[in-house]
């Protein structure tokens, strides 16, 4: 049967519509943007990994489960010379092309800093470098890939009796995600922050070139990378320093109702020759039967005492150490533990101790971790806030947050414990404050998905903003540490006397602006001044 002329015409079109409708649908959905003339083809370059362009969305996500941005595509590579590439082809396009690069880690980001919308996020975590290498002697050292993981290094260097001096409490973060901030943990008064113990990088800058830095050499970049929160570089290897690893840990827990004692007890700990080898607290808000939940772990010095022991609707200060020891040495370190508990001024029935393989004290916090996985309760929001606040403020600001801010339980333990100053290189990019002596203090929280009580995101978020406006009226001069602004005139005052500087590097090491977009210092195109 054949169809008039017009009838034939009209069916044609419909089908030409419903074509055309469909390919738009799958580019928007896909987020391509296929038709776009900016966006080049990936697929030429000579790389040995290879681009994903359809399984993008776990690249929109982070630990802080808050932000969401789809990268236009997702680069596994295999060598450096995959992410050169890729970056030295964008860098090619010049200032007209909106691309931007984001280094994904083990995506452990709080609030989308390794993320780009609509543009290339590199998997870091596939670089096939060479192996992990340890060197042993008189300064021994381990070279790894910036995408391994801090635990990783651990296993492998303890085959050698080596470890790295400098951690942070959690250990599966990849190498360059920690030194592109800094890398504190309770080790960080006596060694600095891990960005204290490298001794070489190599890194990709925003030109697409790879270049070997050191304090010898290229000694600029080595120093803006470290803290430079991968404005610079990607860093793709780094040589960590390494020391002998202890095999035992003894773990001692006390409390403290009084926070000058607290404070002062922490600042004779981390100002001693002799002393212990971490140094760590926290905060404890109306925690019910807080000494029994220690009883898994710890064991109580006075049993009778501990269970007498209330902690319900009290402000609590726990003090958290560690002596590193082999097992020769044993009864030498119960006299030098039982001498430096002597001097501290804790509640007597707080006494809990405990003794572990030195691996598994680094390694605590994956237990817990372990833990909130089973419960479903590891994949929610996480408005972590995390603040330097300077020795001479620090009684100001814990009468107000402490006392007047915070009056509900934590949903997630709140850190404070001090380090030294001396101990951080002031030619990194990383910010912290003027004194001698700052403190650490890290909210922790976790946000129960749909309430509206006091562990939802809506009021953390608010508690949140209240700390920092606190901070800012009463001039304490804190730093945010893994900082977090949304507009110029907030890094302007962040950097401070420093901006110029880093703004400066960011001109020499990536001027268009190129490298994680996430944390939203610079736009693409935009002048940097």
């Not at 402000?315 to 501290?344: G, H, R």
């Not at 903003?465 to 949304?486: D, M, N, W």
């Amino acid at each position: 049967m054949r169809y008039p002329p017009v009838y034939f015409l009209k069916q044609m079109n419909t089908f030409i519509i419903k074509g055309f409708m469909i390919f738009f649908v799958s580019c928007v959905t896909i987020k391509l943007n296929l038709c776009s003339p900016n966006t080049p083809s990936f697929n030429t370059l000579p790389l040995d990994g290879h681009f994903n362009f359809h399984e993008v969305h776990h690249a929109a996500r982070d630990f802080g489960n808050r932000y969401q941005f789809l990268p236009m595509a997702v680069l596994h590579p295999k060598t450096v010379s995959d992410i050169a590439t890729t970056i030295k082809h964008i860098w090619d396009m010049g200032p007209r092309s909106e691309l931007t690069v984001a280094a994904r880690g083990h995506g452990h980001s709080l609030q989308g800093q390794a993320q780009t919308h609509r543009g290339v996020v590199i998997n870091m975590e596939s670089l096939k470098g060479p192996e992990i290498q340890v060197y042993t002697g008189s300064s021994p050292y381990v070279d790894v890939s910036g995408g391994e993981l801090w635990i990783n290094i651990l296993h492998e260097s303890l085959k050698y009796g080596l470890a790295p001096k400098s951690w942070t409490d959690y250990l599966h973060l990849t190498i360059g995600g920690t030194l592109s901030n800094a890398g504190i943990s309770g080790q960080a008064f006596r060694h600095g922050p891990q960005i204290s113990n490298v001794h070489q990088l190599e890194v990709v800058t925003g030109k697409g070139e790879v270049i070997n830095c050191s304090e010898e050499q290229n000694e600029d970049l080595f120093h803006s990378v470290l803290g430079g929160l991968g404005q610079f570089g990607i860093i793709t290897r780094a040589r960590i320093s390494l020391e002998a690893a202890p095999a035992r840990v003894k773990w001692i827990r006390v409390l403290y109702s009084d926070f000058a004692a607290f404070t002062q007890d922490q600042e004779r700990l981390i100002s001693a020759e002799n002393t212990f080898d971490y140094v760590e607290g926290f905060v404890i808000i109306n925690r019910t039967g807080l000494l029994n939940n220690w009883r898994s772990s710890f064991n109580s010095k006075d049993p009778v005492q501990a269970s007498q022991f209330k902690s319900d609707g009290r402000t609590l200060f726990c003090l958290e150490l560690a002596k590193y020891f082999n097992l020769d040495k044993t009864d030498l370190i119960n006299e030098e533990v039982e001498n430096l508990l002597s001097q501290l001024s804790f509640i007597r029935s707080t006494l809990f101790m405990s003794e572990v393989a030195y691996i598994d004290f680094l390694d605590r916090v994956h237990v817990s971790e372990i833990k909130l996985r089973s419960k479903d309760l590891w994949d929610v929001p996480h408005p972590w806030l995390n603040l330097l606040i300077p020795k001479s403020k620090i009684h100001t600001f814990a009468e107000e947050v402490f006392g007047s801010i915070l009056t509900a339980t934590s949903n997630g333990p709140i850190l404070i414990y001090p380090v030294n100053r001396s101990k951080w290189d002031n030619r990194t990019s990383v910010v912290i404050p003027e004194e001698h002596i700052f403190y650490l203090v890290a909210f922790l929280t976790s946000a129960v998905p749909s309430s509206t009580g006091t562990d939802g995101l809506e009021h953390i978020l608010t508690q949140n903003k209240r700390i920092l406006e606190f901070c800012e009226t009463a001039h304490l001069g804190v730093k945010q540490y893994l900082p977090h602004y949304t507009t110029k005139k907030e890094w302007q005052a962040h950097f401070g006397p420093r901006w110029e500087a880093f703004v400066q590097r960011k001109s020499a090491y990536d001027p268009l602006a190129i490298l994680a977009p996430g944390q939203r210092i610079f736009q693409k195109a935009i002048p940097f001044s």
